[in-house]
């Protein structure tokens, strides 16, 4: 999954002083990303911390220690310590607290649960893992500008890159095929539909009288899937798969 939260939300919200009770995790956080202390620092932080997609998420303290400035730089640290805890801090309904509209979110029981900002050497170590995905497929595959999703139902294999115009690339494979090998379907000028403000979203292709859709639930109960593929022939449902695994 991308990072944890949405990096943005609706400029709806007003500007409102921090309750107390939240104040003090804020001022906590600041002390210690003041201290330099990468160690406190990480039991600040809920693991696994998910990056934004391909880069893969922090698995635990040790990780954290060792990627430390993937997430922080001067910059990002700066504005940190130079906000004001009752003013720029904002609780946002069951999300948590926010800092800056979506920079960082923190939990109501004060522990970092997403930072959105990539310093230059968590972009740099992108664009290696990028580089490593493009020359792991199939050359016909090689072309796009970000990998979207990676998923895998019982039987199939299936992949959403993001390409330079902003539209989506579907591409599928037997499961018992490797990405490598030539797909057995790309479909073009896909789409992304965000649904609401919850964070559910899908994928929509069109090949002929066929529709591709790929669904996200970021919100569903204990039973549903967390995603699902559901291919429709003139309306008329003909396959639904739940996404076993995935990556996005």
Known sequence: ???SKSGNISDKSQTKVL?????QFVNHFKTTLRSGDKGQLAELFRFPFNRAYPVPEIKDSEDFI?????IFDDDLIQEILNSSTEKDWQTFGWR???FKRGLVWMGDDGSIIAVNHATK???LYKQKILNQIKNSLHSSLQNFKSPDAYLETKKLRIRVDSMSD???RYAVWPISKEMSKKPDLVIKNGTKTFDGTGGNYHYTFLNDKY????YFYRIGGEETPPAHLTIYKENKTVL???IIKFEN
């Open 1 to 3: 999954m991308g990072c």
């Open 19 to 23: 309750a107390e009770e939240y104040q």
């Open 66 to 70: 060792q990627r430390y400035d993937h």
């Open 96 to 98: 948590g607290i926010t």
């Open 121 to 123: 050497k968590e972009e």
């Open 166 to 168: 902003d539209t989506y």
């Open 211 to 214: 529709k591709y859709e790929i």
């Open 240 to 242: 639904k798969q739940d």
